[in-house]
C-alpha cells in the first residue's frame, strides 16, 4: 500500500514538473528594438521640459526659497505670561520635540532627581486630536 502511494506521487511529480522542463517555444521575431536612452535608467530625474520650467522659473525670479538650516526654538506662553514649555526644532532634521517649564512646580528632592532643574524630560512625540 505504502508502495503504491509513493509511486502515485512520484507519478504525480514528474507530471508537475514535466512542464517546467519543457524546451520554450521561439519567439516570434520583433523588429530591432531602440537601444535604451541613458534618461530612461532613472524615472525620478527631471526630464527635459522639468529643467526648462525651473529654468523659466529662476529667470522670472519664482525660484524655491532654501530650506532654513537653523534650530528655532519657541515659547509657549500661559494667559499669566508665563512660558509653560519650549519647543525646539532642529535645523538639519526640522522634527520638533518640546520641554516642559517646571519652575512653578517644588524642587525634585528624591534619589536621582536634580533639585536645580527646573525643565522636564524632552517629548519626542506629541499625540493630539
Same mark, same amino acid.
Given at each position: 500500500?505504502?508502495?503504491? %502511494?509513493?509511486?502515485?506521487?512520484?507519478?504525480?511529480?514528474?507530471?508537475?514538473?514535466?512542464?517546467?522542463?519543457?524546451?520554450?517555444?521561439?519567439?516570434?521575431?520583433?523588429?530591432?528594438?531602440?537601444?535604451?536612452?541613458?534618461?530612461?535608467?532613472?524615472?525620478?530625474?527631471?526630464?527635459?521640459?522639468? %529643467?526648462?520650467?525651473?529654468?523659466?522659473?529662476?529667470?522670472?525670479?519664482?525660484?524655491?526659497?532654501?530650506?532654513?538650516?537653523?534650530?528655532?526654538?519657541?515659547?509657549?506662553?500661559?494667559?499669566?505670561?508665563?512660558?509653560?514649555?519650549?519647543?525646539?526644532?532642529?535645523?538639519?532634521?526640522?522634527?520638533?520635540?518640546?520641554?516642559?517649564?517646571?519652575?512653578?512646580?517644588?524642587?525634585?528632592?528624591?534619589? /536621582?532627581?536634580?533639585?536645580?532643574?527646573?525643565?522636564?524630560?524632552?517629548?519626542?512625540?506629541?499625540? /493630539?486630536?
Amino acid at each position: 500500500m505504502l508502495k503504491r %502511494m509513493i509511486a502515485a506521487a512520484a507519478a504525480a511529480l514528474v507530471s508537475l514538473a514535466a512542464p517546467a522542463f519543457a524546451e520554450p517555444a521561439a519567439a516570434p521575431a520583433q523588429p530591432e528594438a531602440a537601444a535604451p536612452k541613458p534618461s530612461d535608467a532613472n524615472p525620478l530625474l527631471p526630464t527635459e521640459a522639468d %529643467m526648462q520650467k525651473a529654468r523659466e522659473e529662476r529667470e522670472a525670479g519664482r525660484a524655491p526659497k532654501p530650506v532654513a538650516k537653523t534650530t528655532t526654538i519657541d515659547q509657549v506662553r500661559d494667559q499669566d505670561n508665563r512660558v509653560v514649555e519650549y519647543v525646539v526644532t532642529p535645523g538639519t532634521t526640522h522634527i520638533p520635540y518640546t520641554i516642559q517649564n517646571l519652575s512653578d512646580r517644588p524642587a525634585d528632592m528624591n534619589p /536621582g532627581g536634580n533639585p536645580r532643574s527646573t525643565t522636564g524630560t524632552t517629548r519626542q512625540i506629541h499625540f /493630539g486630536w
